[in-house]
């Protein structure tokens, strides 16, 4: 069955809340604009997500390294990165309902969308999106840092520790999942533009003359890793930026855009960085960042290509990918068809009684398969109700155990997407369950 993408995001929104996956932030104080909590199950997908990407990235190839750069750095970092001077929106402001918004979204630049006002809005202004704190006990001259608006400068000025300590050369990457903070005028539409979010963006160093050819390739690379995860191509498309879409640094960049309810948004912008990044920091820091290439002789700046993805914005796509209603049995269910790497709890164990009888067989095979994957387990309601919980937060697997295993060492397997189900051997359902997830 092909799954019935999410048409609405309250869609989403609704089963997040209800089920654990993502809370609204400080809410009983009222909550905080576009800042989220996950909760029990969001916090697991956010890791899945993390490590669906760590393993093709980096763990699968031998020449991309893992690093964790701080989320502080004083503004020298973000002078020669250009952006102090150039990270920025246009902002106006309504004269009459006194709500902000970046120029650059409006559908009609004359007319406030909040309060339908003509001509009501200020000259547009350079609005710098960074978050700016003070480190130390005293404010003043030199106390000034930042939070990074992207992890990439921190790639950037490890580099030459990144190739002195781990032997790679170039072509290789230096990659990074973490937190990015930008003060967004704008932002909105659940998880998509938050201002405090995560990022997987790897730096992808190779000899200038290389820089097309590996900007294809991660480009087709990418778009793939969406396409083996469970979002359908045709949700799917790879948008090459216009000139004047550009930015300072970038000699061509493409975005992989997903069709959520709104329509196309980006997920992950592919960027073809050049040497700029690494010149920037070399000049201002007095420090060479260049490579010298012992085969030829040549001593020469990488250029780089940056693969940049958001966590969230791709949590996001795959619930709305996944999200389905079907009916079974006569009676109507609303599940995720995620993929298996992707799903909070790959096996629910569920004995089909809270009977002293069944509990300690199923609590051992729970224990078993923990030691593997992560699982839910649980002993209340209906066997027909949990299954129904079970699908609706994506389970792939649900292992019922019954007072028939208590006799013939066997307990039932129940498929998420088909509702098979199937008798399996105890002994047996580790290497069962592992290759019905395909790991």
């Known amino acids: 069955m092909i799954p019935m993408a999410a048409t609405d995001l309250e869609q989403i929104v609704n089963l997040c809340k209800r089920r654990g996956f993502v809370y609204p932030t400080a809410e009983i104080y009222g909550g905080f604009r576009s800042s989220y909590d996950y909760g029990?199950?969001?916090?697991?997908?956010?890791?899945?997500?993390?490590?669906?990407?760590?393993?093709?990235?980096?763990?699968?190839?031998?020449?991309?390294?893992?690093?964790?750069?701080?989320?502080?750095?004083?503004?020298?970092?973000?002078?020669?990165?250009?952006?102090?001077?150039?990270?920025?929106?246009?902002?106006?402001?309504?004269?009459n309902c006194k709500h902000r918004f970046r120029e650059d979204t409006l559908e009609d630049p004359n007319t406030c969308p909040n309060c339908g006002a003509k001509g009501s809005f200020t000259e547009a202004r350079a609005f710098n999106l960074m978050f700016k704190t003070e480190a130390g006990p005293v404010e003043g001259a030199g106390s000034t840092v930042y939070l990074r608006p992207e992890t990439a400068q921190g790639m950037f000025v490890n580099f030459a520790n990144v190739l002195q300590t781990s032997r790679k050369r170039p072509p290789f990457g230096i990659a990074q999942v973490g937190k990015s903070f930008r003060n967004e005028i704008t932002p909105g539409n659940f998880i998509f533009r938050t201002r405090e979010f995560e990022q997987m963006e790897m730096q992808f160093f190779v000899p200038p003359a290389d820089g097309p050819k590996w900007y294809d390739y991660w480009c087709a690379t990418r778009l793939q890793w969406y396409i083996d995860l469970g979002i359908p191509a045709e949700s799917l498309r790879l948008r090459p930026h216009d000139a004047d879409e550009l930015s300072h640094y970038s000699a061509g960049t493409s975005d992989v855009e997903f069709l959520y309810p709104?329509?196309?948004?980006?997920?992950?912008?592919?960027?073809?960085?050049?040497?700029?990044?690494?010149k920037q920091h070399a000049a201002h820091s007095g420090q060479r960042l260049d490579y010298f290439d012992p085969t030829t002789n040549e001593r020469y700046v990488p250029f780089v290509i940056e693969p940049a993805a958001g966590v969230n914005r791709s949590m996001a796509a795959f619930l709305l990918s996944a999200y389905d209603e079907d009916e079974v049995g006569g009676e109507s269910r609303t599940i995720l068809r995620l993929h298996p790497r992707l799903a909070p709890y790959k096996v629910a164990v569920l004995p089909l009684s809270k009977k002293d009888a069944l509990s300690p067989l199923a609590r051992k095979i729970y224990a078993t398969l923990t030691e593997r994957y992560m699982c839910d387990y649980e002993d209340t309601q209906s066997i027909g109700k949990r299954y129904r919980r079970q699908d609706e937060v994506g389970t792939p697997l649900c292992v019922t155990v019954d007072f028939d295993s208590l006799e013939d060492g066997a307990v039932t397997i129940r498929d998420r997407d088909s509702t098979e189900q199937v008798r399996v051997p105890i002994e047996s359902l580790v290497n069962e369950v592992a290759a019905r997830l395909g790991f």
């Open 262 to 278: 709104w329509g196309w948004g980006e997920l992950e912008g592919i960027a073809q960085r050049t040497d700029y990044d690494l």
């Open 40 to 95: 029990p199950l969001g916090s697991l997908m956010l890791r899945n997500v993390r490590e669906a990407w760590i393993r093709p990235m980096v763990q699968q190839r031998d020449d991309v390294v893992l690093i964790d750069a701080a989320i502080l750095a004083p503004p020298a970092v973000f002078e020669a990165s250009g952006h102090l001077a150039n990270f920025t929106d246009p902002l106006v402001d309504c004269t």
